[in-house]
């Protein structure tokens, strides 16, 4: 794993070669990816994944299309995706923070959120916010 910082990298070729592009937690639309300093659009092959994350890949802009999560560093995405990713989110699926708050957020296309309150929390308020604008309140 060449990941210096952040929850995961993508790669341009297999085998994490290639150009990259470093990311952390959050939503990388098309416009993110194809930027000058970014891997492309329908270009990444490869990519790693921090343990305690996932990364969900669209092949579609706006996180439509075909999705894949993967939890793991992944030297090939599959010809189904292979040069077709245009969307990315980057969730941590592990979270012990002092909101209380443990569980995993799918900001996928139906903006779904699950949180389960740890023992010793009672009612918290917290938000979500997702990419699309949609917000969760719970
Ligand atoms: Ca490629």
């Known amino acids: 794993m060449t990941l210096t910082s952040g929850a995961a990298q993508l790669f341009v070729d ?8 470093i990311l952390a937690e959050g939503a990388y639309n098309i416009e993110r990816l194809d930027a000058p300093d970014a891997v492309g659009n329908d270009t990444v092959s490869s990519l ?5 994350y996932q990364v969900t890949v669209y092949t579609d802009a ?10 793991t560093d992944t030297p090939y995405v599959g010809d189904d995706l292979n040069d077709k990713i245009s969307s990315v989110v980057v969730v941590k699926t592990t ?3 002092s909101s209380g708050f443990t569980g995993a957020a799918d900001l996928g296309g139906s903006s779904r959120a699950l949180f389960q ?12 916010q997702g990419d699309t604008g949609s917000t969760a309140l719970f």
């Open 14 to 21: 297999e085998n994490y070669a290639g150009a990259s592009m």
């Open 48 to 52: 790693t994944v921090v343990p305690g």
């Open 62 to 71: 706006d996180f439509g299309g075909d999705s894949t999560t993967f939890t």
């Open 95 to 97: 979270t012990a923070s």
């Open 117 to 128: 309150l740890e023992a010793g929390f009672t009612n918290t308020t917290g938000a979500l």
